[in-house]
């Protein structure tokens, strides 16, 4: 009975030595707790996703010349590692290497190449053609990656027709909300579909943009679950497995193996209960805030402290992402600050420990104002003077930055940016947009969530109950341009997520004015979401790489 381990790695794209050396390190934990098998999620080399570091004229040659460097510390177990191949022709391929005894027995190639959402591997690879089944004792497998098991009839079939009763896929599958329980319908799916077992290794990190979540998953032929790894954390999984079958085909790699039962310690398999779907979201922006800063050598943040509810949530991500230390807050009032959000930022800063620097900005705007007396005239107070102010702090909060290091934390939510609600080189001003795709509605959730967590109010009920507001005029609020915040996520979510059409929305939402009033807003602010910094992708369609519109467009719907 093999014993198989998952090693739930967080790998840095490009980090090719970095990585090599975590991969050693891992194998040597497998080996530790007696492992036969130890296997590594795709592209775990050179990270994923690599994107155009592939058009680099040394970025391969270099990432198997890390693959060699891993090879000679594979003894005593077979090792399964994602990477990037290369024939003699120059294709690529999204590869996995099996090794053992310091040997690579066989190079497995992804056949099934996404182009959707925020994949392009039709971009930089070709497709594979290889169908080989391992043995390894009397447990035959087939490995596969990633797309290979969710295209239906595929690869993952084919092998175990040639004998496979196990399928290893190794996987680098980005997070959204709810998509766990999505890979775990497939996944059980797959094993009653084959009678095999599956074991399914996917990477955890952030990248940009993109959180994975992890939560590797070994399944059992009649789709039960026997293990399932951490989530947004790096874990190893370890799992006797007796899968047995007939050795059918040809291509049949036979894999060094002494059966050792009597020195295996005991082994009871993890199975980590999956986290509810508020916290899972509070963990993957947590996280892909926290390794965004990391592996961009960031040591600190400051964040613009309004005394806000979207703000107050960016601090406490911030937080929890890299520690109170390391986290700065600056409270910007004017004349329209009122004074309850004045108080409530400084009482956020105390409860959140943080250093707080206080800058009133009218003595700069006032400046601005008398600058631009002539030009303006006798035109009223209006937009133009709104979105002074929250250039002034742009400014001030970069200003900040170069004078530090600090990395500006940004605190625009996805309902304001969909519809432009927010400031071009004001609010929008910084290195990354923690909450970029989380709805104002669940702004308020996730604060709830954090209080709960904490056992305390952290952030004061005033922030809650305060009706939302930019405060950029006299007794301005939100709902004064947008509509209420839980009809506009609403036309959102089927807007941008679901790509559903303005008759279909009006049928939904029985308001034919404000549907067309939210759609214009979201289509006529294109030209600002892409001088956007990144964020935090946890919905199934988020601002960045699912969403490619062109910003000059005549197309319209109504």
């Given at each position: 009975m093999p014993r198989i381990a998952l090693a739930q790695i967080n790998p840095t794209v490009g980090d090719l030595n970095g990585n090599a050396k975590k991969i050693v390190e891992y194998i040597e934990a497998a080996r530790a707790k007696a492992a036969d098998l130890v296997v590594f999620p795709e592209l775990s080399l050179c990270g994923y996703p690599p994107e155009d570091l592939l058009y680099k004229e040394n970025f391969v040659r270099d990432n198997l010349r890390a693959l060699r460097s891993i090879e000679p510390?594979?003894?005593?177990?077979?090792?399964?590692?994602?990477?990037?191949?290369?024939?003699?022709?120059?294709?690529?391929?999204?590869?996995?290497?099996?090794?053992?005894?310091?040997?690579?027995?066989?190079?497995?190639?992804?056949?099934?190449?996404?182009?959707?959402?925020?994949?392009?591997?039709?971009?930089?690879?070709?497709?594979?053609?290889?169908?080989?089944?391992?043995?390894?004792?009397?447990?035959?497998?087939?490995?596969?990656?990633?797309?290979?098991?969710?295209?239906?009839?595929?690869?993952?079939?084919?092998?175990?027709?040639?004998?496979?009763?196990?399928?290893?896929?190794?996987?680098?599958?980005?997070?959204?909300?709810?998509?766990?329980?999505?890979?775990?319908?497939?996944?059980?799916?797959?094993?009653?579909?084959?009678?095999?077992?599956?074991?399914?290794?996917?990477?955890?990190?952030?990248?940009?943009?993109?959180?994975?979540?992890?939560?590797?998953?070994?399944?059992?032929?009649?789709?039960?679950?026997?293990?399932?790894?951490?989530?947004?954390?790096?874990?190893?999984?370890?799992?006797?497995?007796?899968?047995?079958?007939?050795?059918?085909?040809?291509?049949?790699?036979?894999?060094?193996?002494?059966?050792?039962?009597?020195?295996?310690?005991?082994?009871?398999?993890?199975?980590?209960?999956?986290?509810?779907?508020?916290?899972?979201?509070?963990?993957?922006?947590?996280?892909?805030?926290?390794?965004?800063?990391?592996?961009?050598?960031?040591?600190k943040a400051v964040v613009g402290l309004s005394g806000g509810i979207d703000s107050a949530l960016v601090a406490a991500l911030a937080i929890d992402a890299i520690g109170e230390d390391n986290i700065i807050g600056v409270t910007m009032p004017s004349r329209f600050s009122s004074v309850g959000t004045r108080a409530d930022a400084k009482t956020l800063a105390q409860n959140f420990n943080l250093k707080l620097y206080a800058i009133p900005i009218d003595g700069i705007f006032d400046s601005y104002l008398e600058l631009l007396k002539e030009p303006f005239g006798e035109r009223p107070f209006d937009l133009a003077e709104e979105n002074l102010q929250a250039r002034i702090r742009g400014n001030l909060l970069m200003a900040l930055s170069n004078k530090f290091g600090w990395l500006v934390l940004t605190t625009g939510n996805k309902s304001e940016i969909a519809v432009g609600y927010c400031t071009l080189y004001g609010d929008m001003s910084g290195g990354f947009c923690v909450i970029k795709d989380v709805p104002k509605t669940k702004v308020y959730e996730l604060c709830r969530f954090k209080n709960a967590s904490a056992g305390r109010e952290i952030i004061p009920a005033s922030v809650f109950d305060r009706a939302p507001t930019a405060e950029l005029r006299h007794r301005q609020t939100d709902q004064d341009t947008l509509p209420p915040y839980p009809l506009l996520d609403g036309i959102l979510k089927g807007y941008v997520e679901q790509h559903h059409s303005f008759a279909h929305l009006v049928k939904e939402f029985k308001d034919a004015a404000t549907v067309k009033k939210v759609i214009q807003m979201v289509d006529r602010s294109e030209y600002k979401r892409r001088q956007a910094a990144p964020g935090v992708k946890i919905s199934p369609r988020a601002f960045g790489k699912d969403w490619r519109l062109p910003i000059t467009n005549k197309y319209k719907e109504f």
């Amino acid at each position: 009975m093999p014993r198989i381990a998952l090693a739930q790695i967080n790998p840095t794209v490009g980090d090719l030595n970095g990585n090599a050396k975590k991969i050693v390190e891992y194998i040597e934990a497998a080996r530790a707790k007696a492992a036969d098998l130890v296997v590594f999620p795709e592209l775990s080399l050179c990270g994923y996703p690599p994107e155009d570091l592939l058009y680099k004229e040394n970025f391969v040659r270099d990432n198997l010349r890390a693959l060699r460097s891993i090879e000679p510390r594979v003894l005593n177990l077979t090792a399964m590692i994602g990477f990037v191949d290369q024939d003699k022709k120059g294709q690529m391929y999204n590869a996995a290497a099996v090794i053992y005894g310091g040997k690579r027995f066989a190079v497995c190639h992804k056949e099934q190449l996404p182009n959707y959402g925020v994949f392009d591997e039709k971009r930089y690879f070709t497709p594979g053609r290889n169908e080989f089944v391992f043995a390894l004792g009397q447990t035959t497998f087939g490995l596969n990656i990633c797309e290979d098991i969710w295209a239906d009839d595929g690869l993952y079939l084919r092998q175990a027709k040639k004998g496979a009763r196990l399928l290893i896929n190794i996987s680098a599958s980005p997070y959204h909300e709810g998509k766990l329980e999505i890979r775990k319908k497939l996944l059980k799916a797959r094993a009653r579909e084959t009678g095999a077992y599956i074991c399914y290794a996917n990477i955890v990190g952030g990248q940009d943009e993109l959180v994975f979540d992890g939560a590797s998953l070994i399944v059992d032929p009649k789709g039960r679950w026997m293990a399932q790894g951490k989530e947004f954390e790096e874990d190893l999984i370890v799992t006797d497995i007796e899968a047995s079958g007939q050795k059918k085909s040809a291509k049949t790699i036979f894999l060094p193996w002494k059966k050792n039962e009597t020195n295996k310690p005991p082994l009871e398999s993890p199975l980590h209960q999956s986290l509810g779907p508020t916290e899972s979201v509070y963990k993957a922006l947590v996280l892909g805030t926290r390794d965004y800063i990391r592996k961009n050598a960031f040591q600190k943040a400051v964040v613009g402290l309004s005394g806000g509810i979207d703000s107050a949530l960016v601090a406490a991500l911030a937080i929890d992402a890299i520690g109170e230390d390391n986290i700065i807050g600056v409270t910007m009032p004017s004349r329209f600050s009122s004074v309850g959000t004045r108080a409530d930022a400084k009482t956020l800063a105390q409860n959140f420990n943080l250093k707080l620097y206080a800058i009133p900005i009218d003595g700069i705007f006032d400046s601005y104002l008398e600058l631009l007396k002539e030009p303006f005239g006798e035109r009223p107070f209006d937009l133009a003077e709104e979105n002074l102010q929250a250039r002034i702090r742009g400014n001030l909060l970069m200003a900040l930055s170069n004078k530090f290091g600090w990395l500006v934390l940004t605190t625009g939510n996805k309902s304001e940016i969909a519809v432009g609600y927010c400031t071009l080189y004001g609010d929008m001003s910084g290195g990354f947009c923690v909450i970029k795709d989380v709805p104002k509605t669940k702004v308020y959730e996730l604060c709830r969530f954090k209080n709960a967590s904490a056992g305390r109010e952290i952030i004061p009920a005033s922030v809650f109950d305060r009706a939302p507001t930019a405060e950029l005029r006299h007794r301005q609020t939100d709902q004064d341009t947008l509509p209420p915040y839980p009809l506009l996520d609403g036309i959102l979510k089927g807007y941008v997520e679901q790509h559903h059409s303005f008759a279909h929305l009006v049928k939904e939402f029985k308001d034919a004015a404000t549907v067309k009033k939210v759609i214009q807003m979201v289509d006529r602010s294109e030209y600002k979401r892409r001088q956007a910094a990144p964020g935090v992708k946890i919905s199934p369609r988020a601002f960045g790489k699912d969403w490619r519109l062109p910003i000059t467009n005549k197309y319209k719907e109504f």
